[in-house]
T-cell receptor, first 120, second 113 residues
């Protein structure tokens, strides 16, 4: 299947700092990338959807000024958590869906391994 | 009422057992169905993807879709301890890349050696 990577896999930061998480599709072009948040023993909660070269679409209740998303190329999207606070501590997962004809099927989302954020 | 219902378990079975995981959904607009496996502290891994009603087999895994009953299943044959994980059903309305997934709550499975 298609491969999606995330970096870093684990980050600890102080309250008030900003953290950037990268999501890359390694072997296909991702027209659309999705960012999720997951709390322990819960399912994935969609935060936003981003298309290459366009502004991200945020889900209701997600602060777009706090969670900045950039999808600058067909293989890279970044999520920046600005002025992080302890309540932002969570597991952040991206997924990517590709263009027709590429290895990533438009029918499915392929997920990255996730980034665990701990804000002290 | 949730759009997708999935029993969270936990489900515990002995090694070698046949495991049946199920989801029901209420919205007939869902046309594409997926099963993901998620190990602890990892991202979900796509196991099966189906569109039509009927069965799809891949190794020890069989996905079943019954659109008339709005019911999907994942069967795992000869279950192994390495199958211990959370299994998420997911579905979407459209095949376009921007179409969002709606997930079930996930079923936590433990296969005991």
């Amino acid at each position: 299947g298609a491969v999606v990577s995330q970096h870093p896999s684990w980050v600890i930061c102080k309250s008030g700092t900003s953290v950037k998480i990268e999501c890359r599709s390694l072997d296909f072009q991702a027209t659309t990338m999705f960012w999720y948040r997951q709390f322990p023993k819960q399912s994935l909660m969609l935060m936003a959807t981003s298309n290459e070269g366009s502004k991200a679409t945020y889900e209701q209740g997600v602060e777009k000024d706090k969670f900045l998303i950039n999808h600058a190329s067909l293989t890279l999207s970044t999520l920046t958590v600005t002025s992080a606070h302890p309540e932002d501590s969570s597991f952040y997962i991206c997924s990517a869906s590709g263009t027709s004809g590429s290895k990533g099927s438009t029918d499915t989302q392929y997920f990255g391994p996730g980034t665990r954020l701990t804000v002290l | 009422q949730k759009e997708v219902e999935q029993d969270p378990g936990p489900l515990s079975v002995p090694e070698g057992a046949i495991v049946s995981l199920n989801c029901t959904y209420s919205n007939s607009a869902f046309q594409y169905f997926m099963w993901y496996r998620q190990y602890s502290r990892k991202g979900p891994e796509l196991l099966m993807y189906t569109y039509s009603s009927g069965n799809k087999e891949d190794g020890r895994f069989t996905a079943q879709v019954d659109k008339s009953s709005k019911y999907i299943s994942l069967f795992i044959r000869d279950s192994q301890p390495s199958d211990s994980a959370t299994y998420l059903c997911a579905m979407k309305r459209s095949e376009t890349s921007g179409s969002r997934l709606t997930f079930g709550e996930g079923t936590q499975l433990t296969v005991n050696p």
